[in-house]
């Protein structure tokens, strides 16, 4: 892009800026049909979204739910530009990164008003975490379940690893059988592990472990599981603190000391590396949610299993993280956002999602039909519940938190790429985090 | 009568006067009307004077996002107009599969600069690349500070290198023939040809090139931002445009964003002036004999 679209982008903004996007409610189309669009990042659930508006459809003949993709990657940068040109979809998912600015500047319907005899049905964290200002801004639509750890069968059989109880520990050596574990499962290109002398860290063709720049699967559980922290009660970022950096050398050792996860070069640019690496049967523990079970299970050509979050001084401690169906507050489609909304908030609406497996619906009466469809296919799915631990980490919050995570990331990159010390790299994401936040 | 015609001239101009007012001056002024403002993309905007310019003045990054522009700047303008300039001559001399070479050489330009960049980044992966599985070593051609800024700058100037040599080919054929003949009836050889005949009678096309290559290049985003999004390791392939496109839709702070984008407007007038003025009196237009 040059410079010069950028400006003409600057140009479309001021013109559509200027101009007031809420207007009178549009008429309905010739053929008496009001399209709702829904914008999501999961291919997964768009395709068992498609089914379920098919028979919301069925039922309300006037209106039609028309699914948009777009890749994660680029999902916000282009919502943020649709909400400030008035040019959104009627409804669009909102993870805790971006959803504090958007209810704070008014963009959302308010749904503890709109739907308040639906909020009992829906999971109580989600509800939690996205109640904002004493009201809650959009109908929560997934849970992610608590991290758990998918590994490779074969691989862990052959290294005599048992990956059911496995503990970290950032102090105490010999309170720490998951070092010795990853290293047993981690090697060269000679066969030699990541214990044995000789071993070549430059010829991996094995990783033990997933460690990286992972916010969801990897850094927030190690330093929740050492007692630390990532932000304080204000939403400043305060994860300099002894116990987090602890956690963070952690991680950043496992990658450049041990070698038992996969250099930073590969992984803080492609979020999918570590999971490619697992399918490709590359790697042998894999820490992450039920956002990936479904890829998993359709590209695992090997036997695997899940076991529960590696286990901190702390004990499991997971992130747990929802995603919230918004109802765009400009658009002039309320009422009928408002249905689409209540379904699928709904046992029947989110139905679809659980039941296809594609994700862990949000709303609660629904989510047996995950578990029976993962049954079903002989996948046990408890550890992502409470068999997996019960201790929880907050997930991110506040309005400027994407900010903050722009200003961060890059300094994170070059931490965990060890090109910086991890107090030193540390203290300047913080730094750079909370001047984003001003 | 001479009233009509200026009538008629301006009715005539008034398409292309309403695409550049609408696409050019209106865009210029509502950046510099954005620089003023704090806004996020969401909330509502507050004219602030000029707070950004003393944030955007205070922040390092962007200083530094200048200083990464310049070094690139520097990297891809010689390397790409001499590498052309070179591919231009063998081009022109005529030889067996020049016409096919000179399709290969510009299809790069052609490809989508976003596409290419996610095509390199494969290639120059560290691990499973196909560079590193070539040479057999694992280079981190994109995640080492030292290498990624040549990196990206090796993949800019073989995107450009075929549209310059094309504008070179069209000037050495636009050098008539009587010329290059009698400096060789002269006696002067091939080298003194080009130094003195050539390359002085080229310098039209070179001011185009170096003016229309020096501007592509400051603004420069999508590759650099395909190959090392964030900036690169420790920021070093944090190029201007990738600042102002962080700053506005990242960080949400449009009117840095804003400020930005004016500095390196005014910027790049004043660098095209300097060459203006350096081409203009060392230039002649005409190749008459």
């Keep these: 892009m040059r410079l010069r679209r950028l400006a003409a982008v600057a140009a479309a903004l001021f013109v559509l800026a200027a101009c007031s996007p809420a207007g009178p409610d549009d008429p309905p189309a010739a053929d008496g049909v009001t399209t709702v669009s829904v914008r999501v990042w999961d291919d997964q659930v768009a395709a068992a979204y498609e089914k379920s508006f098919a028979e919301f459809s069925r039922q ?76 809650l801004w959009g109908v929560p639509a997934l849970t992610d379940g608590r991290i758990v750890v998918y590994y490779n069968k074969a691989m862990v059989e052959a290294a005599g690893v048992d990956p059911q109880n496995l503990t970290w520990n950032p102090t105490d050596p010999a309170a720490d059988t998951f070092l010795p574990a990853a290293k047993k499962l981690t090697r ?21 472990f997933n460690a990286g720049r992972d916010l969801q699967a990897i850094y927030y559980n190690f330093i929740g599981e050492n007692g630390g922290r990532f932000q304080a009660p204000d939403d400043t970022f305060a994860f300099t603190e002894p116990r987090s950096e602890q956690a963070f050398s952690y991680l950043v050792d496992l990658i450049n000391t041990h070698h038992v996860a996969p250099p930073a070069s590969a992984t803080n640019t492609n979020y999918d590396f570590s999971r490619d690496q697992f399918l490709q049967g590359k790697m042998a523990l894999f820490q992450s949610g039920t956002y990936n079970l479904k890829n998993i299970d359709d590209g695992a050509t090997f036997a695997w299993g899940i076991a529960p979050l590696v286990a901190g001084p702390a004990g499991r401690v997971s992130v747990v993280n929802s995603v919230i169906a918004a109802g765009n507050a400009d658009s002039p489609r309320r009422d009928a956002i408002l249905l689409v909304l209540r379904w699928l908030g709904s046992e029947q609406g989110a139905s679809f999602v659980g039941g296809e497996g594609a994700a862990l619906p949000a709303v609660t009466a629904a989510q047996q039909g ?69 | 009568m001479r009233s009509r015609d200026t009538r008629t001239a301006y009715l005539l101009l008034a398409p292309s006067l309403f695409g550049v007012a609408a696409f050019l001056v209106l865009p210029i002024l509502v950046v510099v009307w954005l620089a003023l403002q704090r806004w996020d993309l969401i909330g509502p905007r507050t004219f602030v004077g000029l707070d950004n310019v003393v944030a955007v003045a205070q922040d390092g990054r962007f200083a530094r996002s200048l200083l990464v522009t310049a070094v690139f700047v520097a990297i891809v303008i010689p390397a790409q107009t001499v ?3 070179g591919a231009a001559l063998l081009l022109n001399r005529g030889l067996r599969g020049s016409a096919v070479f000179r399709v290969l050489y ?29 040479i057999g070593h694992r280079i981190e051609w994109l995640s080492d500070p030292v290498l990624a800024l040549p990196s990206v700058a090796a993949v800019t100037v073989w995107t450009q290198v075929g549209y310059v040599a094309l504008f070179f080919v069209a000037g050495l054929r636009a050098i008539p023939s009587t010329l290059l003949e009698a400096a060789l009836l002269d006696g002067a050889g091939p080298w003194q040809t080009f130094r003195l005949i050539t390359l002085p009678l080229l310098r039209p096309t070179l001011f185009f090139v170096l003016v229309t290559g020096v501007i592509s290049t400051f603004q420069v985003f999508d590759s650099v931002y395909a190959l090392t999004p964030k900036g690169g390791p420790q920021g070093v392939t944090d190029v201007v445009a990738g600042r102002i496109y962080y700053e506005a839709f990242e960080s949400r702070a449009v009117g840095q964003a804003a400020v930005m984008a004016v500095v390196l407007f005014v910027l790049l007038v004043a660098i095209t002036l300097v060459q203006q003025r350096w081409f203009s009196r060392r230039t002649t237009y005409d190749l008459s004999t």
């Design chain 1, 60 to 135: 309300n003949p006037d209106i039609r739910v028309q699914v948009n993709t777009t890749s994660y990657a680029d999902y916000f940068t282009g919502l943020t530009l649709d909400v400030a040109s008035g040019t959104a979809d009627d409804i669009y998912w909102l993870n805790a990164l971006y959803f504090g600015a958007l209810a704070d500047g008014g963009k959302l319907i308010d749904i503890g008003k709109a739907l308040p005899d639906e909020v009992g049905g829906w999971v109580p964290a989600a509800v939690q975490q996205y109640t904002r200002g004493g009201t």
């Design chain 2, 83 to 85: 590498l052309g300039l």
């Design chain 1, 370 to 438: 995950y578990s029976d469809y993962w049954a079903g296919r002989g996948v046990d799915t408890r550890y992502f519940g409470a068999a997996g631990g019960t201790d929880t980490i907050p997930a991110p919050s506040g309005p400027k938190f994407g900010a903050g995570s722009t200003a961060f990331e890059p300094i994170f990159n070059d931490v965990f790429a060890g090109r910086v010390p991890v107090a030193e790299g540390l203290r300047a994401a913080q730094d750079a985090g909370n001047a984003a936040l001003r």
């Design chain 2, 106 to 134: 510009v299809l790069p330009w052609i490809c989508a600069p976003l596409a290419l960049g996610v095509v390199w980044r494969w290639i120059l992966a560290p691990t499973d690349g196909a560079l590193n599985a070539l």
């Design chain 1, 188 to 208: 060269d290109a000679a066969g030699r592990t990541a214990d044995q002398p000789g071993f070549d860290p430059g010829t991996v063709t094995q990783y033990g």
